[in-house]
């Protein structure tokens, strides 16, 4: 660790404004993200470059030739990635209640006191648990993205930082302009895609045009951008041919293509994806034996009087006056959207017990594997479950038992996915030698100031995109999943069980197929999450994610296989992260132009244009990532 002069600034009101900023900016781009494509990506990187660039442009107005301290940006970073990481949590269980009908827009204010209180709660929750994951099991627990991003902190105090965060910005540039060109002017199609008949069976293909889905393909690499594809084929080339009878759309073979999918073929994508999260959970069973020990260690003799200023937490009495304040939040949450005592309090109780565990499970688990590795959906699947099985026993049932078990569920998410992002942030926070205390507060203000923007853009997007949330560019296959089994315990029993049963056989085969590779070391794996979710998302998704990933492989396949992986790809990562902000915030800011009664152009050009132009569009966006990607691969080498 670091030893930093506590003359570096570190905390004061430039940071917080900008981190503040990123933090909206990274969480809403992530709302749109991972409503698109059912995925989030770490702010923490591209916000610590952005933040640098920003903090240098500052100090050169002023005629300083430093730019801001290392101890500055890694302040900024820490409340973008909070922003960013409540956005997962909130856009996988919140429009659930959309989906089943119960909310026609979304609740605002009860949306946003979700999403601090959950933020909130996994910030706090995890606070006692520094010490011992962090500081003193640094050879068991390596947190590799915060890491990384401590990486990226020390390279950026060089000149060339300068040149990186200009790589999120021209990524940025790109992305949007694509986005616009395709939904505002309509000189590039959104998608490409086509279908046909053979015999009595349909067969489609199609392929989005999104920088976004090729920049997610490239971030999570080969291994899972090939499961997403295989979902993709299991559903749309097999499934739909299996399940279909052609005859009956021949008039439109394409919209019956789809219809089959929305129908039949995505509810086994939720059978999968149930026994997905379920094996996630055992198959860290280990490690919540561990966090559980860690946890009831850390409440023993936990006393800061003897710790150094700079290495201190926020003091324990108030972590305890600020929970007792969210719980009650919760709890008065659950008794607006229920209006019941009974299932007021059993959810209380069941949110503490299982947010706490969950947060000691996430902040473990991200030690182990990464943020990006985390299985938070398997533990929302399990809450889910258990609570939605609870309130069955006790004779629940209907809207309340179904808003009940959601809100449970968002709760828990955001817990979950906050508590491995603060973890995070405070490993690298001590690399660089910052103060715990400061970051936690930033973390608190981020999570803050993000939880009032997610429940006015998912409306937005909502209201002013095509088909909406559950359509074809806003699937959101979590909150669809969790809306699916919050129906199938309270609901109208409309949910096809058939599917889902063919969706869990065909997760259990898959499992086996997993555990067979790695019995054999094999570098490939047959993790079951990304095929399920693929099976749930449109097909043409996935075709942009397998050919970042494919980018991604050839670029690491070039270089000395001796070198780091991340660092090789680190220039490649930054305009990824550009590409995704700047198409995200596009759509944004073309559902509120919508809003605001400002329609997108006709132009009136001939459809074989347009698809001559897209092809081409699409190609050469294609080789620029890659050419960039190759250019910029020893970013911090």
Same mark, same amino acid.
């Given at each position: 660790?670091?030893?930093?002069?506590?003359?570096?600034?570190?905390?004061?009101?430039?940071?917080?404004?900008?981190?503040?900023?990123?933090?909206?900016?990274?969480?809403?781009?992530?709302?749109?993200?991972?409503?698109?494509?059912?995925?989030?990506?770490?702010?923490?990187?591209?916000?610590?470059?952005?933040?640098?660039?920003?903090?240098?442009?500052?100090?050169?107005?002023? !005629?300083?030739?430093?730019?801001?301290?290392?101890?500055?940006?890694?302040?900024?970073?820490?409340?973008?990635?909070?922003?960013?990481?409540?956005?997962?949590?909130?856009?996988?269980?919140?429009?659930?209640?959309?989906?089943?009908?119960?909310?026609?827009?979304?609740?605002?204010?009860?949306?946003?006191?979700?999403?601090?209180?959950?933020?909130?709660?996994?910030?706090?929750?995890?606070?006692?648990?520094?010490?011992?994951?962090?500081?003193?099991?640094?050879?068991?627990?390596?947190?590799?993205?915060?890491?990384?991003?401590?990486?990226?902190?020390?390279?950026?105090?060089? %000149?060339?930082?300068?040149?990186?965060?200009?790589?999120?910005?021209?990524?940025?540039?790109?992305?949007?302009?694509?986005?616009?060109?395709?939904?505002?002017?309509?000189?590039? %199609?959104?998608?490409?895609?086509?279908?046909?008949?053979?015999?009595?069976?349909?067969?489609?293909?199609?392929?989005?045009?999104?920088?976004?889905?090729?920049?997610?393909?490239?971030?999570?690499?080969?291994?899972?951008?090939?499961?997403?594809?295989?979902?993709?084929?299991?559903?749309?080339?097999?499934?739909?041919?299996?399940?279909?009878?052609?005859?009956?759309?021949?008039?439109?073979?394409?919209?019956?293509?789809?219809?089959?999918?929305?129908?039949?073929?995505?509810?086994?994508?939720?059978?999968?994806?149930?026994? !997905?999260? =379920?094996?996630?959970?055992?198959?860290?069973?280990?490690?919540?034996?561990?966090?559980?020990?860690?946890?009831?260690?850390?409440?023993?003799?936990?006393?800061?009087?003897?710790?150094?200023?700079?290495?201190?937490? =926020?003091?324990?009495?108030?972590?305890?006056?600020?929970? !007792?304040?969210?719980?009650?939040?919760?709890?008065?949450?659950?008794?607006?959207?229920?209006?019941?005592?009974?299932?007021?309090?059993?959810?209380?109780?069941?949110?503490?017990?299982?947010?706490?565990?969950?947060?000691?499970?996430?902040?473990?688990?991200?030690?182990?594997?990464?943020?990006?590795?985390?299985?938070?959906?398997?533990?929302?699947?399990?809450?889910?479950?258990?609570?939605?099985?609870?309130?069955?026993?006790?004779?629940?049932?209907?809207?309340?038992?179904?808003?009940?078990?959601?809100?449970?569920?968002?709760?828990?998410?955001?817990?979950?996915?906050?508590?491995?992002?603060?973890?995070?942030?405070?490993?690298?926070?001590?690399?660089?030698?910052?103060?715990?205390?400061?970051?936690?507060?930033?973390? =608190?203000?981020?999570?803050?100031?993000?939880?009032?923007?997610?429940?006015?853009?998912?409306?937005?997007?909502?209201?002013?995109?095509?088909?909406?949330?559950?359509?074809?560019?806003?699937?959101?296959?979590?909150?669809?999943?969790?809306?699916?089994?919050?129906?199938?315990?309270?609901?109208?029993?409309?949910?096809?069980?058939?599917?889902?049963?063919?969706?869990?056989?065909?997760?259990?085969?898959?499992?086996?197929?997993?555990?067979?590779?790695?019995?054999?070391?094999?570098?490939?794996?047959?993790?079951?999450?990304?095929?399920?979710?693929?099976?749930?998302?449109?097909?043409?998704?996935?075709?942009?994610?397998?050919?970042?990933?494919?980018?991604?492989?050839?670029?690491?396949?070039?270089?000395?296989?001796?070198?780091?992986?991340?660092?090789?790809?680190?220039?490649?990562?930054?305009?990824?992260?550009?590409?995704?902000?700047?198409?995200?915030?596009?759509?944004? =800011?073309?559902?509120?132009?919508?809003?605001?009664?400002?329609?997108?152009?006709?132009?009136?050009?001939?459809?074989?244009?347009?698809?001559?132009?897209?092809?081409?569009?699409?190609?050469?966006?294609?080789?620029?990532?890659?050419?960039?990607?190759?250019?910029?691969?020893?970013?911090?080498?």
């Amino acid at each position: 660790m670091s030893n930093k002069s506590i003359e570096v600034p570190e905390l004061n009101i430039k940071v917080i404004v900008i981190g503040l900023m990123l933090s909206v900016v990274m969480g809403s781009a992530n709302v749109y993200l991972g409503l698109k494509a059912g995925m989030t990506v770490s702010a923490s990187i591209p916000a610590a470059v952005v933040g640098m660039l920003i903090l240098r442009a500052a100090r050169n107005l002023k !005629g300083q030739s430093l730019g801001g301290s290392i101890l500055e940006a890694n302040q900024i970073q820490t409340a973008a990635s909070a922003g960013e990481s409540l956005a997962a949590g909130i856009i996988f269980t919140m429009p659930a209640l959309i989906l089943i009908g119960v909310w026609k827009e979304f609740d605002m204010l009860l949306t946003t006191v979700i999403a601090f209180t959950g933020g909130l709660l996994g910030i706090l929750f995890m606070i006692p648990m520094r010490q011992v994951f962090i500081v003193s099991n640094e050879d068991n627990l390596q947190y590799p993205e915060g890491v990384a991003c401590a990486s990226v902190l020390e390279a950026g105090q060089e %000149k060339s930082g300068s040149n990186n965060a200009m790589s999120v910005v021209k990524g940025a540039l790109l992305g949007g302009a694509f986005k616009g060109l395709i939904s505002f002017a309509g000189i590039l %199609k959104g998608n490409l895609e086509n279908a046909f008949l053979s015999g009595n069976r349909i067969f489609f293909f199609g392929a989005d045009i999104s920088p976004a889905l090729l920049a997610v393909g490239f971030i999570v690499r080969l291994n899972v951008a090939v499961l997403i594809f295989i979902g993709g084929v299991i559903g749309w080339l097999v499934g739909i041919p299996l399940l279909g009878h052609g005859i009956e759309h021949a008039a439109d073979p394409i919209e019956g293509a789809w219809s089959l999918w929305s129908t039949k073929v995505r509810y086994i994508g939720v059978g999968a994806m149930v026994i !997905g999260g =379920i094996s996630s959970i055992f198959k860290v069973r280990k490690g919540l034996v561990d966090a559980i020990k860690v946890l009831k260690d850390s409440q023993v003799g936990n006393t800061q009087k003897n710790t150094p200023l700079n290495q201190r937490d =926020i003091p324990a009495k108030a972590i305890n006056i600020f929970s !007792g304040i969210a719980i009650i939040l919760v709890a008065g949450v659950y008794y607006y959207i229920t209006k019941n005592i009974a299932i007021t309090a059993i959810t209380t109780v069941i949110m503490i017990i299982m947010a706490f565990f969950f947060t000691a499970v996430a902040s473990y688990i991200v030690g182990l594997v990464g943020n990006s590795n985390s299985p938070v959906s398997g533990m929302t699947i399990t809450a889910v479950l258990f609570t939605g099985g609870m309130l069955y026993v006790f004779g629940f049932s209907g809207t309340e038992g179904m808003v009940a078990t959601l809100g449970v569920a968002a709760i828990v998410c955001c817990a979950a996915c906050t508590s491995g992002d603060v973890c995070n942030d405070l490993k690298t926070g001590q690399i660089v030698g910052a103060s715990p205390y400061r970051q936690q507060i930033m973390q =608190i203000t981020g999570v803050a100031v993000a939880s009032l923007v997610m429940a006015p853009i998912m409306q937005l997007l909502h209201e002013n995109t095509p088909g909406g949330i559950g359509g074809r560019e806003l699937a959101a296959p979590q909150a669809g999943l969790f809306a699916s089994l919050a129906n199938g315990f309270f609901g109208d029993g409309i949910l096809p069980w058939s599917m889902v049963a063919i969706g869990s056989a065909l997760g259990v085969i898959l499992l086996i197929g997993d555990s067979f590779l790695e019995s054999k070391n094999s570098t490939f794996r047959l993790h079951l999450m990304p095929v399920a979710v693929g099976i749930y998302l449109p097909f043409g998704l996935s075709t942009p994610i397998l050919i970042g990933g494919l980018i991604a492989h050839f670029i690491l396949a070039e270089n000395d296989s001796e070198k780091n992986p991340d660092n090789v790809l680190q220039g490649g990562v930054l305009l990824a992260s550009g590409l995704i902000a700047g198409e995200s915030l596009m759509g944004i =800011i073309l559902a509120l132009l919508a809003s605001a009664g400002i329609q997108s152009l006709s132009l009136g050009l001939d459809p074989t244009v347009v698809t001559t132009l897209t092809f081409f569009s699409a190609v050469g966006t294609v080789w620029w990532f890659y050419s960039n990607s190759r250019s910029k691969q020893n970013f911090n080498t």
